[in-house]
């Protein structure tokens, strides 16, 4: 069963690449990020004709995540983070398929640092660990994947001095990213890539992707009772250097049935 997560960088600016991605590499599920369409002008029918159902959680113009599923419906279990109910940013969107529970998060980026933004992301970062302890409490095989918008440690950037002040690298935000794994979930892309080296994110400034110099900041959690199951992970690189791409490219996991 693979398992795969894109940051889109706007849905309708990118569908072609996103149908080419999902025709050629089939992921079972596919979560996807800033689709930055409201919930009506979200293209189900374009999913539906290549066979795959969806779920979506939408925001005019920022935001908003998917998921969509290959050959069923998802079950939809939780719409947007608990923990703070003033919160009205389409971030987080939660459903069961085929027998495994899927969170599909954006995590706030936290830029510019100090300041409104950073604290919203740690404090957003807070109710995610607490939402994730009441997962691990049902001893549920899960994942929580997406872009974190974390660069866990040195080895997962391209320049860590060039990227020092950033809020993706802040001792914070490292900190909070490492308290989810020490709850006991697993980072599935750096327990089997631990030489670091792998970036899931090319800037469309400064001829990053041409250069190489990219990071990893989408990243797929899983569950105790999930982490048994991983065959494989990896990033699906190539589709970053097609013609009008995201700035992302997708990640996936496999796993065993």
């Given at each position: 069963m693979r398992i795969a997560s894109f940051n889109i960088n706007g849905i309708k600016a990118r569908l072609p690449r996103l149908l080419e991605w999902l025709v050629e590499t089939r992921p079972a599920v596919a979560c996807l990020q800033e689709i930055k369409t409201q919930d009506e002008g979200f293209p189900a029918d374009e999913f539906a004709a290549i066979g795959y159902q969806a779920i979506w959680h939408g925001q005019k113009g920022f935001n908003g995540v998917a998921i969509l599923a290959d050959g069923t419906a998802p079950v939809q279990t939780q719409r947007g983070l608990p923990g703070d109910q003033e919160d009205e940013q389409s971030r987080y969107l939660e459903a069961d398929v085929n027998g495994v529970r899927i969170a599909c998060i954006y995590l706030p980026n936290g830029n510019p640092q100090p300041g409104p933004k950073f604290d919203y992301k740690l404090a957003w970062m807070e109710r995610l660990r607490s939402h994730m302890r009441a997962l691990t409490a049902q001893e549920l095989p899960a994942v929580v994947l997406g872009d974190y918008n974390v660069i866990p440690e040195d080895k997962d950037v391209w320049s860590p001095r060039a990227m020092a002040d950033d809020?993706?690298?802040?001792?914070?935000?490292?900190?909070?990213?490492?308290?989810?794994?020490?709850?006991?979930?697993?980072?599935?892309?750096?327990?089997?890539?631990?030489?670091?080296?792998?970036?899931?994110?090319?800037?469309?400034?400064?001829?990053?992707?041409?250069?190489?110099?990219?990071?990893?900041?989408?990243?797929?959690?899983?569950?105790?009772?999930?982490?048994?199951?991983?065959?494989?992970?990896?990033?699906?690189?190539?589709?970053?250097?097609?013609?009008?791409?995201?700035d992302h490219a997708p990640v996936w996991i496999e796993l065993r049935a």
């Open positions: 809020a993706l690298m802040q001792p914070g935000s490292r900190d909070a990213y490492a308290r989810l794994l020490h709850d006991g979930w697993t980072d599935a892309i750096g327990t089997l890539n631990p030489q670091g080296q792998v970036w899931t994110y090319w800037d469309y400034q400064a001829g990053a992707w041409q250069r190489d110099h990219g990071f990893r900041i989408d990243h797929a959690l899983l569950s105790p009772e999930l982490a048994d199951r991983l065959v494989s992970a990896g990033v699906d690189k190539p589709y970053r250097g097609r013609e009008k791409a995201s």
